[in-house]
């Protein structure tokens, strides 16, 4: 189909003076429709870059290199200071990859948001993030929390020898016709694995197609079925707005219409929605992100 599809929503954004960049919509394996207000050029995706580390995790656990299961303290030592007065529950290295996967480390304020990140003297932000003692077990709450994903991309760095995005490579980007991809580091080098990935929209549409076919691509398996089937599953409860309030599985959200997402600040989306065999990717500059998924539900999913 033509561009002439997305008319409604366009309008509906216009409308509502929401400021879409682009948006494209597969499905059947093809592109349905698209939009551009701009130029597709490579912007930063925020937090959808959790979705592209835990595709890296997954293929590190199939290489053997982590578990759902492996804890923090097996790649980090605690702060010495906190060794001996804390109950264990309350240790930090008893976090778990699943704990940290699913946003339930246990911390009621969320460590290393982009302020804290920006401001932070200490370079070595794994070290900072052991020294904090939790206020609950972990496991327990979903707390969202991009320090969370930070750790993600430090213990696959520690448990592979290679950064999230050089790992992410040979096995994910360069498959995907994905080069060059420039990814946000901390002072020491770690991928920031929470943030900071630049893609376009294109490019972000191609990834969802990944996930639709649940990583297969061009015959190949390039990460693991069961492992899209686990993380796009829900895993703990969540509180919010209707996309916000149906559940998060492992760096990706549930939403309403039987789909999931990836999302980021500003309105980067997106959603996979297997029962129509399609994908719709948006890039913005938006906070007002319910807006733009009701755009997407009432523009867009009843013409698939």
């Not at 549930?254 to 999302?263: E, F, G, I, K, L």
């Not at 929605?273 to 906070?287: F, L, Y």
Request: glycine letters at 8%.
């Amino acid at each position: 189909m033509s561009n002439h599809s997305l008319t409604g929503f366009i309008d509906y954004i216009a409308e509502r003076g929401l400021q879409v960049h682009s948006a494209r919509v597969r499905q059947n394996g093809r592109l349905w429709g698209k939009y551009d207000l701009t130029e597709d050029k490579r912007r930063v995706q925020h937090s959808i870059s959790k979705s592209f580390t835990c595709m890296a995790v997954g293929l590190a656990i199939e290489e053997g290199k982590l578990a759902l299961n492996s804890r923090l303290g097996e790649f980090f030592q605690r702060h010495s200071s906190m060794v001996d007065t804390l109950e264990p529950s309350l240790d930090p290295g008893n976090i778990t990859l699943y704990n940290l996967l699913r946003m339930s480390s246990g911390h009621d304020s969320p460590p290393l948001w982009a302020n804290e990140r920006a401001s932070l003297k200490e370079k070595d932000w794994a070290k900072y993030y052991m020294s904090l003692p939790l206020d609950r077990t972990p496991g327990e709450t979903f707390t969202y929390s991009s320090g969370d994903t930070f750790m993600i991309s430090a213990m696959l760095q520690a448990a592979t020898g290679e950064t999230v995005r050089d790992y992410l490579t040979p096995r994910l980007f360069e498959p995907l016709g994905i080069e060059n991809v420039h990814w946000e580091s901390s002072p020491l080098g770690v991928t920031l694995g929470c943030a900071g990935l630049f893609i376009s929209n294109e490019e972000l549409s191609v990834f969802g197609q990944l996930l639709l076919q649940r990583g297969l691509w061009e015959g190949q398996q390039i990460v693991p079925e069961a492992w899209i089937r686990f993380v796009s599953t829900k895993q703990i409860d969540t509180k919010g707005n209707p996309d916000w309030a149906q559940g998060y599985g492992c760096q990706f959200w549930m939403c309403t219409h039987d789909a999931y997402r990836a999302d980021g600040a500003s309105g980067q989306l997106c959603i996979v929605i297997p029962g129509k065999d399609a994908v719709i990717a948006v890039n913005s500059q938006e906070d007002r992100m319910q807006e733009i998924m009701d755009a997407v539900w009432t523009e867009i999913y009843p013409l698939l």
